[in-house]
């Protein structure tokens, strides 16, 4: 069956470092991999699509990565801020139907 | 910047009533989607509309289930008869149109639906 993995862990990392987030799946080909953000009782907000045939994708301090070989998408926040502590999901979406399978999410806080 | 806006934000109901939670998507999107929250859990994926009639369903959008876009703003879904474990975060989202690259889902805040 389909399935996403996040780092199940909470990640702590210091102000100003990167935060790398990984994101794994198996038997699925997605053509879309998407990141968002949540925080505590809010909605998903959309922060970074990339597609299949990408490699790496920026905006401003975001960078998304996607391998499909390895069936892996790495994201990672550059000179990380206290306010982006929130969790990050990770979902995919095939090129029909625009559903997305989420994976469970990584928690990261960054301490001051 | 529009946003998806989902009411009530907090619904508790009695187990085996009927709830119905209430989405208004940005307006030039046409394609729908519920999906759902267990606490601690993933956002799990429960249908998707377009064009007035549903798309895809998962294992999950059962008989007890039904959507509706009544009057071509607001989107509901309908439980019929709850059960406890009915009791999630419940996001509407919309999007503009299908395939990737500028077109993102767009998520409300969320009903949380209490069944006791």
């Known amino acids: 069956s389909q399935k996403i993995e996040q780092n199940s862990e909470a990640l702590n990392i210091q102000e100003g470092k990167t935060a790398t987030l990984t994101c794994n799946y198996t038997n699925y080909s997605p053509a879309y991999l998407q990141w968002y953000r949540q925080d505590p009782g809010r909605g998903p907000v959309f922060l970074l699509l990339?597609?299949?045939?990408?490699k790496e994708k920026r905006k401003e301090r975001l960078k998304v990565t996607f391998d499909t070989t390895l069936k892996q998408s790495l994201f990672h926040i550059t000179a990380s801020q206290p306010a982006d502590s929130a969790t990050y999901l990770c979902?995919?979406?095939?090129?029909?139907?625009?559903?997305?399978?989420f994976g469970q999410g990584t928690e990261l806080s960054v301490k001051p | 910047e529009p946003e998806v806006t989902q009411t009530p934000s907090h619904q508790v109901t009695q187990m085996g009533q009927e709830v119905i939670l209430r989405c208004v998507p940005i307006s030039n999107h046409l394609y729908f989607y519920w999906y759902r929250q267990i606490l601690g859990q993933k956002v799990e994926f429960l249908v998707s509309?377009?064009?007035?009639?549903?798309?895809?369903k998962s294992e999950i959008f059962d008989d007890q289930f039904s959507v509706e876009r009544p009057d071509g703003s607001n989107f509901t879904l309908k439980i019929r008869s709850t059960k406890l474990e009915d009791s999630a975060m419940y996001f509407c989202?919309?999007?503009?149109?299908?395939?990737?690259?500028?077109?993102?889902?767009?998520f409300g805040d969320g009903t949380r639906l209490s069944i006791l």
């Open positions: 990339i597609r299949e045939n990408e």
């Open positions: 979902a995919l979406e095939n090129n029909q139907g625009g559903k997305l399978i």
């Open positions: 989202a919309s999007r503009q149109g299908l395939g990737g690259g500028n077109q993102p889902q767009h």
């Open positions: 509309f377009y064009n007035n009639e549903i798309s895809e």
